[in-house]
């Protein structure tokens, strides 16, 4: 039997939450399905090489250095580790699990509300055309956005009418 060779990216999505609490990001390996199902997760995918994270834009109240990535310890396999090792279930994989690299950003602390992105470095072969206008395949980027929840759920039942 003959293995299957799948036309793949790498892909990370945005995320929001409290700046109280560790934020996870979705960084997986994903192929093209079909048509009608577009990309999805490679859930065979257990021997890609975690990719080295970047991150850039700080927005207002957040700064380098105040968030980290759940890793092994600094710098990691991420590049971004925070000083201590995070526990196995948040630590970032150096090969995915069922094509997820299990990447939790530390969370930065109250008053440090704000944005960053966050690049993946990713090899070639895994890059994909994600500004079809710049008409070249490139890293797959994401916002880490912390703080945008209240603190304490103040409602307990709201409904809009149209």
Same mark, same amino acid.
């Given at each position: 039997?003959?293995?299957?060779? $799948?036309?793949?990216?790498?892909? #990370?999505?945005?995320?929001?939450?409290?700046?109280?609490? =560790?934020?996870?990001?979705?960084?997986?390996?994903? &192929?093209?399905?079909?048509?009608? #199902?577009? +990309?999805? !997760?490679?859930? =065979?995918?257990?021997? !890609?090489?975690?990719?080295?994270?970047?991150?850039?834009?700080? *927005?207002?109240? #957040? *700064?380098?250095? *105040?968030?980290?990535?759940?890793?092994?310890?600094?710098?990691?396999?991420?590049? *971004?580790?925070?000083?201590?090792?995070?526990?196995?279930? %948040?630590?970032? #994989?150096?090969?995915?699990?069922?094509? =997820?690299?299990?990447? &939790?950003?530390?969370?930065?602390?109250? @008053?440090?509300? @704000?944005?960053?992105?966050? !690049?993946?470095?990713?090899?070639?072969?895994? %890059?994909?055309?994600?500004?079809?206008?710049?008409?070249?395949?490139?890293?797959?980027?994401?916002?880490?956005? +912390?703080?945008?929840?209240? @603190?304490?759920?103040? $409602?307990?039942? %709201?409904?809009?009418?149209?």
């Amino acid at each position: 039997m003959h293995p299957v060779q $799948r036309y793949g990216r790498l892909a #990370l999505k945005n995320v929001v939450g409290s700046e109280l609490l =560790d934020l996870p990001m979705a960084l997986t390996t994903q &192929y093209y399905a079909s048509n009608s #199902l577009g +990309f999805v !997760t490679n859930t =065979d995918d257990v021997c !890609t090489v975690a990719p080295t994270l970047a991150f850039s834009n700080y *927005q207002p109240n #957040l *700064q380098n250095g *105040q968030t980290c990535v759940r890793d092994s310890g600094s710098p990691g396999a991420s590049g *971004q580790g925070c000083a201590a090792a995070a526990s196995s279930a %948040q630590k970032y #994989l150096s090969a995915p699990l069922a094509g =997820d690299f299990n990447l &939790y950003l530390a969370a930065p602390g109250s @008053g440090h509300s @704000g944005a960053v992105t966050v !690049t993946a470095l990713a090899p070639v072969w895994l %890059q994909y055309l994600w500004n079809v206008s710049s008409g070249a395949n490139a890293n797959p980027t994401g916002m880490a956005t +912390f703080g945008v929840f209240p @603190g304490a759920a103040s $409602r307990i039942y %709201q409904r809009e009418v149209y």
